[in-house]
């Protein structure tokens, strides 16, 4: 394994028994946020990690930091994502974005473009990783989908359905892969402290003239009994987990890292 500083990484390795040295591990949307943390927790567990954004500044310094190989690829359009999952062992869908309108009133073009980065991209990237994960007799799938692909809320038409097929994606990957070695999961994250969802507190307390913490319970975690954001270095290390020894029989499932939402 590689030396990294943060003892936190280091005892999720240790818990885990993750040593991931000799994989390939492409992590999609990697630029920040969830997928800079499981880049961040692959390359301190050793595997060969490939970055991929289509923010070129912020994921080649991401590469620079770790020593990965880098590839800006916009997955809006599925061709250039394909060639993304040739000869990686790990594959973490992580690309998305999120746009907030009624059914009525959401753009179809938006609507078409969020399919095809967060369903038909980790389609197309996974079918091209298939056969080499096949031939080597090991592969690991992780789908970053969200309690969106579990619950529905209002005025997400096109991010709900996205996640909700690549719920579905996930276990017919399952299904398939699971006599060459191939596992797939998805892992369902509540509201992530992520640059985006504290852009959103920022403005919604500047727009209520509240705090930024009122918005956090009263607001974002309206249905959590759990009343923190999820951290990216949580999902990180659920995805390390699902990567490792421990998780070889874990295939098709999804977890929820919510805070109770989904159970309230």
Known sequence: MKDHPDERLVNAMAATGSDLTGKRALIT????GIGAAVARCFAAAGADVVVTDR????????GEELGAEVRVADLSDPDEAAELGEGADIVVNNAGFQHVAPLHRFPPEVFGEMLRVMVESPFRIVRNALPGMYSRGWGRIVHISSVHGLRASQFKSAYVTAKHAVEGLSKVIAVEGASYGVTSNCICPGYVRTPLVERQIAEQAELHRVPEEQV????LLARTPVKRLVEPAEVAELALWLCGPSAASVSGSSFPMDGGWTAN
């Open 55 to 62: 923010a070129a500044g912020p994921v080649t310094e991401l």
């Open 216 to 219: 956090v319970e009263d607001v």
């Open 29 to 32: 949307g990697a630029a920040s």
